[in-house]
């Protein structure tokens, strides 16, 4: 019988059954989430919590500080996607540490650094290596070139991580979810099959989605409707098979390795990360033991945030002394974090009932 | 760093990159994990081209429902 996308939308915002807590662990399904307006329409039943998916969120205060370090030492530029500009260290983001002479450059993809190592040979350029499975390719095929043209000025600061292995840790761990919506880009790469472990060991439905609201809306129907089963939905299918790209896990795994990951607010996760290999250590700016993680203020729940065990709204600080323009934790700065979105759907929703008054 | 729309190939060069088309904004992306052709709608991530998205499996509403249905 065919379904009619209005179907879906009365079946989700009517939903009268078991309550269920759905976790999206991708930044832009967070984004995507916000702009359509996605939990306005869900019944009360059905929780939407952001996970660790956002890898700016992620990333702990020891790597914010190893930039800025870097980013002040003689003769050493930091590169950077943008984000991470404003994610505060220990004490100071890098973005603030300009003013006492960090250099940094902003670039849109990890290759412009060659670029710029190729103007200004007497200068090491630094790239901050953040990202997931999606995004770790790009630094695979940068060392590839770096290797090819023997390239010496250029090593990047990593940051790696990887989405089944701190799934199955939040699960281990106690996290109350019910279903996944599993990240569309990372499964482009590991394959929709890679979520099939900790969806048989936990008995839980994932559904790999794409971006727009009607994508993640069937998604968050196909979960619902899976509740209590341990299977993997792939609603992806133009752009996710099972089995993923071997290409790019080839080239991945010829320049790093597994290793446990440092993760913002959650603290150290097993096997859910990636180092350079030690053939290749002359390109790591001293990547590994990056583990300390500071709050910049005590109050700061990013952590349980990050895993599901609270709302933005629950922390003291969110949207009082935590703000976009002044942000105390990373879920806060980055356009792909929870609090973000929350802070910028608030106060939409004020705008829109100050005009109903 | 992550963009979820689909981009259309308008040009493949010679050094392994691909000029990508976002609604008027061209970018520059590498292209060595897929191969691409001129007209092909492709994901970008991080200034790499990660896939070339199959038209043929831009699957209907109903044929992902027929999983779910078919429990």
């Known amino acids: ?357 | 760093m992550c963009v979820a729309t689909a981009g259309k190939v308008i040009e493949v060069r010679d050094d392994a990159t691909a000029l990508v088309d976002f609604d008027g904004n061209r970018v520059s992306a590498m292209t060595g994990l897929v191969k691409v052709s001129e007209g092909d709608y492709v994901l970008v991530h991080a200034g790499c081209v990660i896939q070339v998205l199959d038209e043929a499996e831009a699957t209907s509403l109903n044929d992902l429902m027929r999983e779910i249905e078919g429990l």
């Open chain 1, 1 to 357: 019988m065919p379904i009619d996308f209005n179907e879906i939308k009365e079946y989700l915002k009517e939903y009268d059954g078991p309550a269920m807590t759905l976790m999206e662990v991708c930044g832009s399904h967070t984004a995507a989430i916000a702009k359509y307006g996605i939990k306005a329409m869900l019944s009360d039943k059905i929780r939407l919590v952001s996970g660790p998916g956002c890898p700016v969120c992620v990333t702990p205060t020891a790597y914010v500080d190893r930039l800025i370090e870097l980013a002040l030492k003689e003769n050493t530029r930091v590169v950077t996607f943008g984000d991470m500009i404003r994610v505060p260290g220990s004490s100071r983001s890098l973005g603030e540490a300009r003013g006492d002479g960090a250099k940094v450059s902003m670039v849109y993809s990890p290759a412009d650094t060659l670029k710029l190592a190729a103007k200004d040979p007497d200068t090491t350029f630094v790239f901050a290596a953040v990202g997931f499975e999606t995004t770790t390719p790009a630094y695979a095929l940068m060392l590839e070139r770096m290797e090819k043209e023997n390239i010496k000025n250029v090593q990047l600061l990593t940051a790696l991580k990887t989405m089944p292995a701190v799934i199955d840790w939040l699960l281990g761990g106690g996290a109350d979810i019910d279903g996944f919506i599993a990240p569309g880009h990372v499964s482009v790469i590991t394959g929709s099959s890679a979520f099939i472990p900790a969806a048989e060991k936990y008995g839980l439905p994932f559904c790999v989605s794409g971006f727009r609201g009607e994508e993640i809306l069937a998604a968050i129907y196909g979960l619902v409707k899976s509740r209590g089963q341990g299977r993997v939905l792939n609603f992806y299918p133009s752009a996710v098979t099972s089995v993923g790209s071997a290409e790019a896990r080839n080239i991945v795994g010829r320049y790093f390795r597994p290793a446990a990951a440092a993760w913002r607010g959650l603290g150290e996760v097993p096997g859910s990360g990636l180092l350079l290999k030690d053939e290749y250590s002359e390109w790591d700016a001293g990547s590994a033991g990056l583990t300390e993680d500071v709050k910049k203020n005590s109050l700061c729940r990013c952590g349980e945030i990050l895993s599901g065990k609270a709302d933005p709204s629950d922390c003291p600080l969110f949207g009082k002394t935590c703000t976009p323009g002044k942000p105390m934790g990373a879920c806060m700065v980055s356009q792909e974090g929870s609090c973000y979105h929350s802070y910028l759907n608030r106060v939409s929703d004020s705008e829109d009932s100050g005009d109903k008054r």
